[in-house]
């Protein structure tokens, strides 16, 4: 039995630097991860996305190389995001389970696919953590409106809101390929029964369309308050011209009456 547990640790993770610095013999690596084989049956991937998974580490070790690449992250999170899941290697056949799966073929490159699942899934649950706070701050917004006929929000305020939801969108948008099959699956028949047993059993794709929906939602009440923000500006502009026009006017009634 085998333990695979993944850690979101940050926004993202500087994979070149990191390269650069870890002393770790490689088993894979792109531009946007690198796995590692280490003594003892330890492993180690690194994606930069901001997710570590480990396999064979105890919980010190894990906790000691979370801090080692902290220089290396961006954004490093207070609350890690974490996700564990059980390999049984040597099984009569295959089976996949919602927290562990039975494989008849085990070896590092099915050991890296079942790795990188789980880190997709943790790195969707820690979007679905983002977008719900930006849905949660929406519904405060049209709660207000429902409430009082008005929008409680400044001007500032709204840009600002809107430039942290785009920033959530974006990174989301950069990584789309969390939720993409690595190529040696479409290489490997049986890599590919595996990675599409365990996008299963995570359901990545439908949380993915949860987040863009959310998101969608989001962006079409943003698009709403910018329309209201503008009506109200619109409207404080006119009774500001037309408060200049009364104080012209009434400054002309007065110069008559005086002279």
């Not at 929008?151 to 950069?174: E, H, M, P, S």
């Not at 690595?182 to 995570?202: A, Q, S």
Request: proline share 1%; with cysteine.
């Amino acid at each position: 039995m085998i333990k695979i547990v993944a850690y979101q640790i940050a926004e993202s993770i500087d994979i070149k630097s990191f390269r650069k610095e870890y002393a770790g013999k490689e088993y894979f690596f792109t531009s946007s991860e690198v796995f590692y084989k280490g003594e003892n049956d330890r492993y180690l991937y690194v994606l930069s996305y901001g997710v570590v998974v480990f396999s064979g580490y105890d919980e010190i070790k894990q906790s000691e190389f979370n801090e080692y690449i902290k220089p290396f992250c961006k954004n490093t999170l207070s609350d890690k995001l974490s996700e564990s899941f059980i390999i049984n290697e040597n099984a009569s056949s295959d089976r996949f389970e919602y927290n562990e799966i039975f494989l008849s073929r085990f070896d590092l490159a099915v050991l890296r696919i079942v790795m990188l699942n789980v880190a997709q899934s943790v790195a969707l649950d820690y979007f679905s953590q983002q977008t719900a706070q930006l849905l949660e701050t929406t519904n405060e917004y049209t709660l207000s409106l429902e409430k009082y006929g008005k929008l409680d929000i400044t001007n500032k305020a709204l840009l600002q809101f809107i430039g942290k939801t785009l920033n959530v969108k974006n990174r989301i948008v950069d990584n789309l390929y969390v939720i993409d099959s690595p190529d040696d699956t479409w290489e490997d028949e049986y890599m590919h029964k595996v990675d599409l047993g365990l996008r299963n059993i995570f359901d990545l794709k439908i949380r993915f369309k949860d987040i863009d929906y959310s998101l969608q939602i989001v962006k079409e009440n943003l698009e709403l308050f910018r329309d209201l923000i503008q009506h109200r500006r619109s409207n404080l502009l006119e009774i500001i011209i037309i408060a200049l026009i009364l104080i012209e006017v009434i400054n002309l009634i007065i110069d008559k009456l005086l002279y």
